[in-house]
């Protein structure tokens, strides 16, 4: 049991450049949400998804996408990278009810700086 | 003003002394979320609240629903405590979580 994959935990871009980071979850969780975390800011939700097929827009999306083709995987696109996307990206995952108990794991991080 | 207040934003203690983070929320939630979060690190949860008290170890997490409002103590503070700790709540209204913007705690030896 891996818990919540994230990866790359590095990554420098050029500005225009595109990438996607991968998110993997083994606990068959159908809420999986991607954050950015910015200093002296809370964690803010870019998009989220309530099941395989279904994603919905966060706090902050712009510049951002997201796919959701397996309950496992959430990959978060950059689309054409810019440097206030610069920051610090969790992908998080849970399960949708409360009775469940249902605490939220973190992946590691991703450092991502955009030159 | 933010949905979820955190305070203080810093704390400093020695090590063996009982410390306290507060969070107050202004928002109706149907959880509350202590986490924690070490430098350069991942993001660990330590606690789920929906009501009354928690405990784990050295650490208590209490919350107060009428009052908005929720504790986190930690017992006998030890250097490895030294990290930041993060409240985030769970919109009734929106299932989304709203984070604090953390409290840096470091406990000197």
């Known amino acids: 049991n891996a818990g919540v994959t994230q990866t790359p935990k590095f990554q420098v871009l050029k500005t225009g450049q595109s990438m996607t980071l991968q998110c993997a979850q083994d606990m068959n969780h159908e809420y999986m949400s991607w954050y950015r975390q910015d200093p002296g800011m809370g964690l803010r939700l870019i998009h989220y998804s309530v099941g395989a097929g279904i994603t919905d827009q966060g706090e902050v999306p712009n510049g951002y996408n997201v796919s959701r083709s397996t309950t496992e995987d959430f990959p978060l696109r950059l689309l054409s990278a810019a440097p206030s996307q610069t920051s610090v990206y969790f992908c998080?995952?849970?399960?949708?009810?409360?009775?469940?108990?249902?605490?939220?794991?973190f992946g590691e991080g991703s450092w991502l700086t955009v030159v | 003003k933010n949905e979820v207040e955190q305070s203080p934003q810093n704390l400093t203690a020695q090590e063996g002394e009982f410390i306290t983070i507060n969070c107050s929320y202004s928002?109706?939630?149907?959880?509350l979320h202590w986490l924690q979060q070490h430098p350069g690190g991942g993001i660990v949860s330590l606690f789920m609240?929906?009501?009354g008290k928690k405990k784990h170890g050295r650490l208590i997490a209490t919350i107060n629903i009428q009052e908005k409002h929720s504790s986190l103590h930690i017992t006998a503070s030890h250097p490895r405590d030294s990290a930041v700790y993060i409240c985030?709540?769970?919109?009734?209204?929106?299932?989304?979580?709203?984070f604090g913007t953390g409290t840096r705690l470091q406990v000197f030896p």
């Open positions: 985030a709540v769970r919109s009734y209204n929106t299932d989304k979580l709203i």
């Open positions: 998080a995952s849970r399960m949708t009810g409360l009775l469940s108990g249902n605490t939220i794991y």
């Open positions: 928002v109706g939630i149907s959880a």
């Open positions: 609240l929906s009501s």
